[in-house]
């Protein structure tokens, strides 16, 4: 089946600071990998996504590139802000499981000024 | 636009009882999703309605929880006989078509607490 796998956390950066999350999936189809993020007192948000092999989704300074060989969808953001502390959510999409997000268990980063 | 909308925001019940939940997507959108949050993990998939008939309910824990989507807008979801397993943040989503390669809209979920 379908899974995605998360390093563990929680992270704590100082402002500034260069991050890097790790994510790597299983599919059994080629599927479409997304980072949702849930920020303190709202809802799960699309951050990013990338649909294909090769492609690199990109979004408030945020950016991840789907590695078919490495199985890998890291997410990575040069300098991070006290307002990027929120909770990180990798995901997959396999068309050949109805468009279902299969997601990791999440990693909260913690931004310190 | 209004986003997506679920009530209520919060639910408390006591074991045996039966609760109902609703999700409202966004106006048009085909797709609509249920996935329930424990505490420190993702969301898990439960049911996946396109239109108004489920096309996938594999995510469904058991028979004690049901889905329904009448008129291919509204979706309630019914948990029976609950149990303090159950509780957790359910999430309803909606997508304007069902493709995998489409951004799923969350609602602010529904937390469950079953005493």
Redesign the interface.
């Known amino acids: 089946g379908n899974s995605?796998t998360q390093m563990e956390g929680p992270v704590t950066l100082s402002e500034e600071a260069f991050l890097t999350i790790n994510c790597t999936y299983t599919a059994t189809g080629y599927?479409?990998l997304?980072w949702?993020v849930q920020y303190p007192g709202?809802?799960?948000?699309?951050l990013l996504?990338a649909?294909k092999a090769d492609d690199k989704g990109s979004n408030k300074g945020f950016e991840a590139t789907y590695r078919k060989e490495t199985t890998s969808f890291h997410l990575e953001k040069g300098s991070v802000q006290v307002s990027d502390s929120a909770v990180y959510?990798c995901?997959l999409?396999?068309?050949g499981?109805?468009?279902?997000?299969?997601?990791?268990?999440?990693i909260t980063l913690s931004v310190r000024p | 636009g209004a986003g997506v909308s679920q009530t209520p925001s919060n639910k408390v019940t006591e074991k045996g009882k039966y609760v109902e939940l609703r999700c409202d997507p966004i106006s048009g959108h085909t797709?609509l999703?249920w996935?329930r949050q424990s505490l420190?993990?993702?969301?898990?998939?439960l049911i996946?309605f396109q239109g108004t008939g489920a096309?996938?309910d594999s995510?469904l824990p058991n028979d004690r929880f049901f889905a329904v989507r009448p008129e291919g807008s509204v979706s309630t979801l019914k948990i029976q006989r609950t149990e303090r397993g159950d509780s957790a943040v359910y999430?309803c989503?909606s997508?304007p078509t069902?493709?995998?390669?489409?951004?799923?809209?969350?609602?602010?979920?529904t937390r469950l607490t079953v005493l």
């Open positions: 995605v599927p479409s997304f949702y709202e809802g799960l948000q699309l996504k649909t959510f995901a999409s396999d068309p499981a109805n468009s279902k997000l299969t997601f990791g268990k999440g | 797709a999703y996935y420190g993990q993702g969301p898990e998939f996946y096309a996938d995510g999430l989503a997508s069902g493709l995998s390669y489409n951004e799923q809209f969350f609602g602010p979920g």
